[in-house]
T-cell receptor, first 113, second 109 residues
């Protein structure tokens, strides 16, 4: 099992550009999540999904969109990149919610200039 | 208001020393998790505690859940350079995990 994979690993965007961060898991998990991690901060939840076709906002959803057409994939879309979106983005998955382990991908380091 | 307060924020110690880091809240939780994040990687689960007063050991790491299930501690005995990383606590109920800001530990050889 590869677990949770994310692409790209690094990206530099100009203000106003768009991009999609890819996330795939091969553990057949129902729940998937997107977090951002800023320097000196913990993880803040952007969006999450409890299954294919179902998504919900987290703590910091503004400026982002998600879709969940399959169990395996959960892409995160940035439409009009802003410097405030410079961060490290982590995708995670879990079998269900609550006390179950969340498995994280290696992260995407995004810089918006 | 931060749901989870972790302290200290930073800790730098010599190899072989002992240390304790804390995760505190004013709320009661059904379970609490500790994750470790190494530089350039995603967090990895260390332990889940679910019962008030519960103590779990993972080699040189000892985790305790407070009796009232509002706080937790992580004690490391004889720290090693491989323990270096960001230690995050997280809580959940039926909603996605909420993470603390973490304790960044550096163990110097």
């Amino acid at each position: 099992n590869a677990g949770v994979t994310q692409t790209p690993k690094f990206r530099i965007l100009k203000i106003g550009q768009s991009m999609t961060l890819q996330c795939t898991q091969d553990m057949n998990h129902n729940y998937m999540y997107w977090y951002r991690q800023d320097p000196g901060m913990g993880l803040k939840l952007i969006y999450y999904s409890v299954g294919a076709g179902i998504t919900d906002k987290g703590e910091v959803p503004n400026g982002y969109n998600v879709s969940r057409s399959t169990t395996e994939d959960f892409p995160l879309r940035l439409e009009l990149a802003a410097p405030s979106q410079t961060s490290v983005y982590f995708c995670a998955s879990s079998r269900t919610s609550g006390r179950y382990t969340q498995y994280f991908g290696p992260g995407t380091r995004l810089t918006v200039l | 208001t931060q749901l989870l307060e972790q302290s200290p924020q930073f800790l730098s110690i010599q190899e072989g020393e002992n240390l304790t880091v804390y995760c505190n809240s004013s709320s009661v939780f059904s379970s609490l998790q500790w994750y470790r994040q190494e530089p350039g990687e995603g967090p990895v689960l260390l332990v889940t505690v679910v019962t008030g007063g519960e103590v779990k050991k993972l080699k040189r790491l000892t985790f305790q859940f407070g009796d009232a299930r509002k706080d937790s501690s992580l004690h490391i005995t004889a720290a090693q350079p491989g323990d270096t990383g960001l230690y995050l606590c997280a809580v959940s109920g039926n909603t996605p995990l909420v993470f603390g800001k973490g304790t960044r530990l550096s163990v110097i050889a």
